[in-house]
């Protein structure tokens, strides 16, 4: 698999948001942030808002659950058309047992590491992962500052995927832009979150090409 681009809709204008989705048709998923003012200080939308905008567009949804007891909730985001799921291994209970509960609904099945998460505790846990999420800020806003201190994880997290052989997809989620877009796909990442970036240029869709072009070279 290639760069991919991910638009996350937390900075778009939630009162239209079908057409600001349609706004981006260059995206390959669109990134949709569950917070519930619990897991994260910042409240946006539950499993009903999902379903409804899984309908409004075909991109696939790439749902990031920060939420406390994902255990619980995690395979209702399958259930309302999100083709890959995230959950927080802070949160998560049993995290082996929810990814393949996700995986068994028809969704991929993603965890995600605040930056403070070492990546290495979780090495046996790669093959049951369709995706790790690394945050590049902590979770609960848009359009915080990325934190350079991430990259040497995203290095380790890319050295463990090769030495397992796995075909796990490496996702950034945090200030991505096209200032640090390249330091994240030198270091490993695959697959870029970027919200402020995309939702505040005057032409969201180049920026999504932009980024996956500044991507593509930074891989090459
Ligand atoms: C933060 C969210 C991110 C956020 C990214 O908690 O998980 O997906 O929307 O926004 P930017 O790209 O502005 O940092
Ligand atoms: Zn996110």
């Known amino acids: 698999m290639g760069i991919q681009i991910t638009p996350s809709i937390l900075n778009a204008d939630f009162s239209r948001l ?86 068994a609904a028809g969704g991929r099945a993603s965890m995600a590491l605040k930056p403070a998460t070492p990546v290495e505790p979780y090495e046996d846990l790669l093959p049951e992962l369709d995706m790790l999420l690394l945050m590049t800020v902590e979770p609960g806003f848009g359009g915080q500052k990325f934190l350079d201190l991430v990259l040497p994880k995203i290095r380790r997290a890319r050295a463990l995927f090769d030495k397992h052989g796995v075909e796990t997809w490496l996702q950034v989620d945090g200030g991505v832009s096209l200032e640090t877009i390249e330091r994240c796909a030198e270091a490993g990442a695959d697959v870029f979150v970027a919200g402020s970036a995309v939702y505040s240029a005057d032409d969201p869709d180049a920026m999504v090409t932009a980024l996956r072009a500044a991507a593509e070279g930074a891989r090459a």
């Open 18 to 103: 079908g057409e600001e989705v349609g706004r981006i048709p260059s995206a390959d998923w669109i990134h949709v942030d569950v917070m519930d003012n619990h897991f994260v200080p910042n409240l946006t939308f539950g499993p009903t808002m999902v379903e409804a905008l899984a309908r409004s567009t075909d991109t696939p949804l790439d749902a990031h659950l920060m939420i406390e007891d994902p255990d619980r909730h995690a395979p209702a985001y399958v259930e309302a058309g999100c083709a890959s799921v995230t959950f927080h291994v802070e949160a998560a209970k049993a995290p082996v047992r929810l990814a393949r509960e996700i995986r």
